[in-house]
């Protein structure tokens, strides 16, 4: 079972920047894959970003955020961090944190980002 935790969500003006951290409990959190979604009002969940296992790690991003956001891991702090630059007011949604070994098993509740024109 895993546990997981978002943080550092908030409001933001256009251009601006956040990072949002997800927190995850156990102690096999190097064997999992970490996804970022959102969701915005209104609208489905949406992928935002992975980060694959510990050796050869390898990161994907949706078309919308690519070159703008960067999702990167500490294994040793069990925490996968989800870095948004030039945050635009579409980029307003619901951050969550997921994890799983071959598909997403765990999620997280949910971090608010609020993006201001």
């Known amino acids: 079972q895993v546990h997981l935790v978002e943080s550092g969500g908030g409001l933001v003006q256009a251009g601006g920047s956040l990072r949002l951290s997800c927190a995850a409990s156990g102690r096999t959190f190097s064997a999992y894959i970490m996804g970022w979604f959102r969701q915005a009002p209104g609208k489905e969940r949406e992928f935002v970003a992975r980060?694959?296992?510990?050796?050869?790690?390898?990161?994907y991003y949706a078309d919308s955020v690519k070159g703008r956001f960067t999702i990167s891991r500490d294994n040793a702090e069990n925490t996968v961090y989800l870095q948004m630059n030039s945050l635009k007011p579409e980029d307003t949604a619901v951050y969550y944190c997921?994890?799983?070994?071959?598909?997403?098993?765990?999620w997280g509740q949910g971090t608010q980002v609020t993006v201001s024109s």
């Open positions: 997921a994890a799983g070994r071959l598909e997403y098993e765990y």
């Open positions: 980060i694959t296992r510990s050796g050869g790690i390898i990161t």
